[in-house]
């Protein structure tokens, strides 16, 4: 069992940044080894991915966010982070913190069982 707690949300005008934090409970050599996503949800539609690190810290993005968004982790610390710079309205969501508790990084949100609460971004034109 892997529980993901996020945090680092909040509501920021267009423009602005902000950093989500994601903490996980397992052995760190386990973590260390875990493809680890960001997915946003807004109301009426379906999760979305982000962005995504593997163990080797190679990351991939939404197109819609390349270049503004940077993930990241520090696997002393068993925490991946999100920074998001230049935010847009578009951008207001839950933001999710997953993984599916091995090392493949592929698939969308159906194939990552462990999810942390969300921690809501909201962004102001």
């Known amino acids: 069992q892997v529980q993901l707690v996020e945090s680092g949300g909040g509501s920021v005008q267009a423009g602005g940044s902000l950093r989500l934090s994601c903490v996980a409970s397992?052995?760190?050599?386990?973590?260390?080894?875990?493809?680890m996503g960001w997915f946003r949800q807004t109301p009426g539609n379906e999760r979305e991915g982000v962005a995504r690190?593997?163990?080797?810290?190679?990351?991939e993005y939404a197109d819609s966010v390349k270049g503004r968004f940077t993930v990241s982790r520090d696997n002393a610390k068993k925490t991946l982070y999100l920074q998001m710079n230049s935010l847009k309205p578009e951008d207001t969501a839950m933001y999710y913190c997953?993984?599916?508790?091995?090392?493949?990084?592929?698939?969308?949100?159906?194939?990552?069982?462990?999810w942390g609460q969300g921690t809501q971004v909201t962004v102001s034109s």
């Open positions: 997953a993984t599916k508790g091995i090392a493949t990084c592929t698939g969308d949100y159906r194939d990552f069982g462990y």
């Open positions: 397992t052995f760190t050599y386990l973590y260390s080894g875990y493809c």
């Open positions: 690190i593997d163990g080797r810290s190679i990351a």
